[in-house]
């Protein structure tokens, strides 16, 4: 869900600026889920420009205040959203922890790595979204050790009706600052794709999984 056209914009512009978002259509890429793609998000790139960085954390953090309540601990999942998900925490004066895409096979052999207590109020925080199973992955970890989950936010989602339908049957409240089809418009705009990408682009979206390149 987008609360902010605004900040939605300004998200996908900020992105789009510091190479965060690459457009191929001509030559696609390959997701890890065999999904071939006219777009590729890395928003690692975030932590590396200081003014887009302190962007995105102010506006997850008012969103954050504006939506949730009596929040313990702010949870990152890992890897992409460790870096975002700890200045997030920081400035919400929150502890954070980090949930691990799969348990450690040595040691305490921990999914969660950080400091917690059960029953406390977690919030996720997840840099992108695209089918959502990464994130739900993370969420059901924050379940089964025995902590309470507010929700997720994210930096940026795809909006995928697998995504949506996902979140909607585990009853996980979700927020994204930017999303696909603001991205896309914004790519337009500011001369990053033609209007002829924009049409293959929307195309792409409405089936990514049988998209004819």
């Known amino acids: 869900m987008i609360l902010c056209d605004q900040t939605a914009t300004e998200t996908s512009k900020r992105l789009l600026q510091i190479n965060a978002i690459k457009l191929n259509p001509k030559n696609p890429f390959v ?20 003014e887009t960085r302190k962007y995105i954390c102010n506006e997850l953090c008012k969103l954050i205040k504006k939506e949730f309540e009596n929040i ?24 954070f922890i980090y949930v691990r895409s799969s348990k450690k096979d040595h040691g305490r052999k921990n999914d969660i790595e950080g400091s917690f207590y059960e029953s406390q109020k977690v919030l996720v925080i997840e840099d992108l979204i695209s089918t959502g199973m990464s994130s739900l992955k993370a969420c ?3 379940i089964t050790n025995n902590l309470d989950l507010v929700g997720l936010t994210s930096i ?9 339908n996902n979140f909607n049957n585990k ?11 603001y991205l896309i418009e914004e790519a337009v705009n500011l001369d990053y794709a033609s209007g ?4 293959m682009l929307k195309k792409w979206r409405e089936n990514p999984k049988e998209w004819n390149y």
């Open 72 to 95: 313990d601990v702010i949870a990152g999942v890992a890897t992409g959203a460790i870096g975002i998900g700890m200045l997030v925490a920081n400035q919400l004066n929150k502890p």
């Open 31 to 50: 997701w890890a889920s065999g999904i071939k793609s006219p777009i590729y998000c890395d928003n690692r790139l975030i932590l590396s420009d200081i």
């Open 156 to 164: 940026f989602t795809y909006g995928f009706d697998e995504a949506i």
């Open 140 to 142: 059901n970890s924050i």
């Open 171 to 181: 009853k996980i409240t979700n927020y994204s600052l930017s999303s696909y089809n």
């Open 196 to 199: 002829n990408d924009l049409e």
